[in-house]
Antibody, heavy 120, light 107 residues
């Protein structure tokens, strides 16, 4: 059974940093692209970033480019999101999601999410 | 960026009735369209991919259709567990984009 467990969320001041982690199990992690998708309180889903299975290619939304970095450690079956220069508008539940293939297509499995709150 | 527009924003349906949800793309996404269901406090669940293929374990009452810019998700006979928010997403272009969601509520 595929399991995705996010961690690392919390309260951070504007301008601060946070690193999210997503522990994956139940599948061969390196064979699949992985993504982060966020959801602001009471709002819809917003794609944030995707990394292919090898980790060689990444894609990010313009809203986080230059501030957020997606990475993965295939030896630890873990996905990361390093978030720097955080803003109030980054407040959201952050979901980790698995793609259908090693590159990227739709999102087959999602975690339960971790809440990031940016506030002074 | 491809803008995905869902309608209606809220759909009030009685259990056992049919629900029809629409999703429109601002430019063609071919058949690279997925539908997700989200219940309160949970992560989304994949329902449909390739515009019309049901994901593993999804009941046959869920069906998807369309290609290009116009897509539909139909729930043939609503069950109590189907009341939720539904999102479409295109995966044809970067950035990946979602519709704003349709909430299916009990009438």
């Amino acid at each position: 059974e595929v399991q995705l467990v996010e961690s690392g969320g919390g309260l951070v001041q504007p301008g601060g940093s946070l690193r999210l982690s997503c522990a994956a199990s139940g599948f061969t992690f390196s064979n699949y692209a992985m993504s982060w998708v966020r959801q602001a309180p009471g709002k819809g889903l917003e794609w944030v970033s995707t990394i292919i299975g090898s980790g060689d290619d990444t894609y990010s939304a313009d809203s986080v480019k230059g501030r957020f970095t997606i990475s993965r450690d295939n030896s630890k079956n873990t996905l990361y999101l390093q978030m720097n220069s955080l803003r109030a508008e980054d407040t959201a539940v952050y979901y980790c999601a698995k793609s259908d293939t090693v590159t990227t297509t739709f999102l087959t499995n999602w975690g339960q999410g971790t809440l990031v709150t940016v506030s002074s | 960026e491809i803008v995905m527009t869902q309608s209606p924003a809220t759909l009030s349906v009685s259990p056992g009735e049919r629900a029809t949800l629409s999703c429109r793309a601002s430019q063609s996404v071919r058949s690279n369209l997925a539908w997700y269901q989200q219940k309160p406090g949970q992560g989304p669940r994949l329902l449909i991919y390739g515009a019309s293929t049901r994901a593993t374990g999804i009941p046959a009452r869920f069906s998807g259709s369309g290609s290009g810019t116009e897509f539909t998700l139909t729930i043939s006979s609503l069950q109590s567990e189907d009341f939720a928010v539904y999102y479409c997403q295109q995966y044809n272009n970067w950035p990946r984009t979602f519709g704003q969601g349709t909430k299916v509520e009990i009438k």
